[in-house]
């Protein structure tokens, strides 16, 4: 396959780069290849994390394969998020270390909003500006959220110790409205999320008739999760409650790894979500335990749920919540990496048992992240390698995952996947526990809100032709904890590099509407 040496080079190039991958799915002799490909498989019930490594078996499947694409955005990206309208336009954030002013080599960093308007082929900058000058230029963490019904897109700038701005638009990145969003102290790892006004409680009515919604807001404090929430479209915000997780639990106990540290839990935690009521969920690791947030009253009060008795890796759980109230949430185990799906049919209350969803050769992952569409169509997105070595094999290739299901309420459901890379060219290499190189944080993925609810997903490209990481075997990401040389890239290696990626689903599984196949790509 050609190399991305000369792409690299231009932006616009980039920008226009598309790779199919029908070709790896020709049948089931690539299933559990080290280069990955198609498979079709059964999830493994496990209620606990075993010893040795779960895996999963390829099964017959004469169906429709799902068949994926990707598209370089044209900026460099860290953690992407992602948002599709009812039009088709597709939305993300890129966030590179290049904000003006600063002190090179140690840059503060910056966010894009790029948009979409071919069906994720192209992107061009709808930054929020005004007369045409950039509104935001500096943003320690990058998030875009479009609102599916009303179609309205929210962008968020962290401004550290300085509270949030937030900009949203109603015509899709023609023209932003502006609001200064403060809750109280430190604002990191946000999330953004808007969802029916919740029935009683005394809680004041919404005012925007072009949005009728909660918005809530929800942050890592440092000591204690918080919310603030919006009844009018994101203009002003008041602060809620914290969202239940305390930063210090005394009653954990003290180990010297970095989820179970003398019972300090942090207070990091995933992307919320709302229900048809107006339910909010907001899914964490809690000191290893995967957890998760309810609040039935707009944020005022929460109760904590623990999803499953296997230990969970890092914090950012991912969960996504169907028109029935059905909730499905994934994460990562802490022995294996390994990712897990768990299903509530009684809005989060209780749970059933735990399902490693890694396709047949897949031994290490990262960043698993849901959505769903109709009940029980669910699609996933991680990063995963099928090296065998873990951390001994320093240049391990790992590829873009998606993982499909249409029927992920019964009791024994079947799990689609491909990789959206080409087989040749990895996204990663090496180390991809943690912030896996400088795909940073969350990754997203999203069934458009027409369209048959076709799977979008972000992915970074931290593999590129930066130390011919795309084309040899090179050491990739070292690993390192250090803020300065992560941002200087001095311990990056070959991941040092971070493209933005935008994957699409080309043909497969239909997760909205009557069809059950997506026979053609994006029309737009």
Same mark, same amino acid.
């Given at each position: 396959?050609?190399?991305?040496? /000369?792409?690299?080079? =231009?932006?616009?190039?980039?920008?226009?780069?598309?790779?199919?991958?029908?070709?790896?799915?020709?049948?089931?002799?690539?299933?559990?290849?080290?280069?990955?490909?198609?498979?079709?498989?059964?999830?493994?019930?496990?209620?606990?994390?075993?010893? &040795?490594?779960?895996?999963?078996?390829?099964?017959?499947?004469?169906?429709?394969?799902?068949?994926?694409?990707?598209?370089?955005?044209?900026?460099? !990206?860290?953690?992407?998020?992602?948002?599709?309208?009812?039009?088709?336009?597709?939305?993300?954030?890129? !966030?590179?270390? &290049?904000?003006?002013?600063?002190?090179?080599?140690?840059?503060?960093?910056?966010?894009?909003?790029?948009?979409?308007?071919?069906?994720?082929?192209?992107?061009?900058?709808?930054?929020?500006?005004?007369?045409?000058?950039?509104?935001?230029?500096?943003?320690?963490?990058?998030?875009?959220?479009?609102?599916?019904?009303?179609?309205?897109?929210?962008?968020?700038?962290?401004?550290?110790?300085?509270?949030?701005?937030?900009?949203?638009?109603?015509?899709?990145?023609?023209?932003?409205?502006? /609001?200064?969003?403060? =809750?109280?102290?430190?604002?990191?790892?946000?999330?953004?999320?808007?969802?029916?006004?919740?029935?009683?409680?005394?809680?004041?009515?919404?005012?925007?008739?072009?949005?009728?919604?909660?918005? +809530?807001?929800?942050?890592?404090?440092?000591?204690?999760?918080?919310? !603030?929430?919006? +009844?009018?479209?994101?203009?002003?915000?008041?602060?809620?409650?914290?969202?239940?997780?305390?930063?210090?639990?005394?009653?954990?106990?003290?180990?010297?790894?970095?989820?179970?540290?003398?019972?300090?839990?942090?207070?990091? *935690? $995933? *992307?919320?979500?709302?229900?048809?009521?107006?339910?909010?969920?907001?899914?964490?690791?809690?000191?290893?335990?995967?957890?998760?947030? #309810?609040?039935?009253?707009? $944020?005022?009060?929460? =109760?904590?749920?623990?999803?499953?008795?296997?230990?969970?890796?890092?914090?950012?759980?991912?969960?996504?919540?169907?028109?029935?109230?059905?909730?499905?949430?994934?994460?990562?185990?802490?022995?294996?990496?390994?990712?897990?799906?768990?299903?509530?049919?009684? *809005?989060?209350? *209780?749970?059933?048992?735990?399902?490693?969803?890694?396709?047949?050769?897949?031994?290490?992952?990262?960043?698993?992240? #849901?959505?769903?569409?109709?009940?029980?169509? #669910?699609?996933?997105?991680?990063?995963?390698? =099928?090296?065998?070595?873990?951390?001994?094999?320093?240049?391990?290739?790992?590829?873009?995952?998606?993982?499909?299901?249409?029927?992920?309420?019964?009791? &024994?459901?079947?799990?689609?996947?491909?990789?959206?890379?080409?087989?040749?060219?990895?996204?990663?290499?090496?180390? %991809?526990?943690?912030? %896996?190189?400088?795909?940073?944080?969350?990754?997203?993925?999203?069934?458009?809100?027409?369209?048959?609810?076709? #799977?979008?997903?972000? !992915?970074?490209?931290?593999?590129?032709?930066?130390?011919?990481?795309?084309?040899?075997?090179?050491?990739?990401?070292?690993?390192?904890?250090?803020?300065?040389?992560?941002?200087?890239?001095?311990?990056?290696?070959?991941?040092?590099?971070?493209?933005?990626?935008?994957?699409?689903?080309?043909?497969?599984?239909?997760?909205?509407?009557?069809?059950?196949?997506?026979?053609?790509?994006?029309?737009?």
């Amino acid at each position: 396959m050609r190399s991305r040496r /000369s792409a690299l080079l =231009t932006l616009v190039a980039l920008a226009s780069t598309a790779v199919t991958v029908s070709a790896l799915a020709s049948g089931t002799s690539t299933l559990g290849a080290p280069a990955g490909g198609f498979a079709a498989y059964h999830g493994t019930r496990l209620t606990a994390a075993p010893k &040795d490594l779960p895996s999963n078996k390829a099964v017959a499947y004469k169906g429709t394969k799902l068949v994926l694409a990707q598209a370089y955005i044209g900026r460099k !990206a860290a953690e992407p998020t992602l948002g599709v309208d009812r039009k088709g336009d597709v939305y993300t954030v890129a !966030a590179a270390f &290049d904000a003006l002013p600063g002190n090179p080599p140690k840059n503060e960093p910056r966010t894009f909003v790029m948009r979409s308007t071919d069906g994720g082929r192209t992107f061009k900058d709808d930054s929020p500006q005004v007369s045409g000058v950039r509104t935001q230029n500096v943003s320690t963490d990058p998030y875009v959220y479009v609102e599916p019904t009303s179609g309205r897109v929210f962008d968020i700038d962290l401004q550290g110790v300085n509270g949030a701005h937030l900009s949203y638009s109603d015509d899709g990145g023609k023209t932003w409205t502006d /609001s200064l969003l403060t =809750t109280a102290g430190v604002n990191d790892h946000q999330t953004l999320v808007a969802g029916p006004l919740p029935e009683g409680g005394g809680l004041l009515p919404l005012s925007d008739p072009k949005f009728q919604k909660v918005l +809530y807001y929800c942050t890592n404090g440092i000591a204690y999760g918080s919310c !603030a929430r919006s +009844y009018d479209g994101g203009r002003t915000f008041t602060q809620a409650n914290q969202t239940g997780y305390q930063a210090v639990n005394p009653g954990y106990l003290a180990t010297f790894d970095l989820d179970h540290n003398e019972g300090i839990c942090g207070s990091l *935690h $995933g *992307h919320a979500v709302t229900d048809y009521r107006g339910r909010l969920f907001i899914p964490r690791g809690y000191c290893q335990i995967p957890m998760i947030g #309810i609040s039935e009253d707009a $944020g005022t009060t929460f =109760t904590d749920v623990q999803v499953a008795k296997v230990l969970m890796s890092g914090q950012q759980a991912s969960v996504a919540v169907d028109k029935l109230g059905n909730v499905y949430y994934v994460f990562q185990d802490a022995e294996h990496n390994q990712p897990y799906l768990v299903v509530s049919r009684d *809005h989060g209350r *209780h749970w059933g048992t735990p399902i490693m969803i890694a396709p047949p050769g897949v031994n290490e992952t990262n960043f698993p992240t #849901i959505d769903v569409g109709d009940p029980g169509r #669910i699609a996933i997105t991680f990063p995963g390698s =099928t090296s065998t070595l873990g951390h001994k094999d320093t240049t391990r290739p790992w590829n873009s995952y998606v993982v499909v299901s249409t029927n992920a309420l019964s009791t &024994d459901p079947l799990f689609l996947s491909n990789i959206a890379n080409p087989k040749n060219d990895p996204v990663a290499r090496g180390d %991809c526990s943690n912030r %896996c190189g400088r795909m940073y944080d969350f990754l997203d993925i999203v069934s458009a809100p027409d369209d048959q609810g076709r #799977i979008y997903a972000t !992915a970074v490209d931290t593999c590129t032709s930066l130390l011919s990481c795309s084309s040899k075997r090179v050491p990739g990401n070292y690993d390192s904890n250090d803020v300065v040389q992560e941002e200087t890239a001095h311990d990056y290696g070959a991941s040092a590099d971070m493209q933005g990626v935008i994957i699409r689903e080309v043909s497969g599984p239909a997760l909205r509407g009557r069809a059950t196949t997506i026979t053609h790509d994006a029309a737009r």
